[in-house]
């Protein structure tokens, strides 16, 4: 099935430096979600996006809906060892249809 | 609110035998379930969606008599993998949603890991 395009794949960052991922899709979508998932559990939502051009904030984390409606990044600001997971985006085709497709996935490790 | 449970949270097998997952959402009537699998250090991939009351419809590739999937209520579906194999072997995830008009969040189990000996 289609994926989503994630990147970078892992990132590895020392506790207090900022985190920037994104996703990208050759299809358009109009719901852009962002998860994450800690080892041996469900994936967990982070913040939800409805509108292209949105920036939505929870907390330390931002994320934006990209214009083209094909892309969107998500931000974390002065990372903590909690912060620690993959990070999945997800993208929803048409508003009522609530299938997700998801991306390939960030793995970020904080280096003590 | 919003709490999905599974059961089991991992199952050991043996290759041939049917196992069945439960998912159940606890404090809400989930007019639509999805099952998704997820191999090590992958993504999850969208099995099924299951609507209460009908059958599930398959995502190309999944084969729908080897994944079977109930979803008698509003509160509970089941996956059973029949005959299973060791390439069965994976993480399963649930997710409900309410289906209201608008809200279209989905809320996820925390998994059911199955290992096909």
């Known amino acids: 099935g289609q994926q989503l395009n994630q990147s970078p794949q892992s990132m590895f960052i020392q506790e207090g430096e900022d985190v920037s991922m994104n996703c990208t899709s050759s299809?358009?979508?109009?719901?852009w979600l962002w998860y994450k998932q800690e080892p041996g559990e469900g994936p967990v939502l982070l913040i939800a996006?409805?509108?292209?051009?949105e920036l939505t904030s929870n907390g330390r984390l931002t994320a934006q809906f990209g214009i083209t409606r094909k892309d969107s990044f998500l931000n974390i600001s002065a990372s903590i060892p909690s912060d620690v997971g993959i990070y999945f985006c997800?993208?929803?085709?048409?508003?009522?249809?609530?299938?997700?497709?998801f991306g390939t996935g960030t793995r970020l490790t904080i280096i003590p | 609110g919003a709490v999905v449970s599974q059961h089991p949270s991992r199952v050991i097998c043996k290759s041939g035998t049917s196992v069945k997952i439960e998912c159940r959402s606890l404090d809400f009537q989930a007019t639509t379930m999805f099952w998704y699998r997820q191999f090590p250090k992958k993504s999850l991939m969208l099995m099924a969606t299951s609507n209460e009351g009908s059958k599930a419809t398959y995502e190309q590739g999944v084969e729908k008599d080897k994944f079977l999937i109930n979803h008698a209520s509003l509160t509970l579906s089941t996956l059973t993998v029949t005959s299973a194999h060791p390439e069965d072997s994976s993480f399963y995830i649930c997710?409900?949603?309410?289906?209201?008009?608008?809200?279209?969040?989905?809320?996820f189990g925390p998994g059911t890991r199955l290992t096909v000996l």
């Open positions: 997710s409900a949603s309410e289906g209201v008009a608008g809200v279209n969040e989905q809320f």
């Open positions: 996006l409805y509108k292209a051009g």
């Open positions: 997800a993208g929803q085709l048409s508003f009522g249809n609530e299938k997700l497709t």
């Open positions: 299809s358009i979508f109009n719901t």
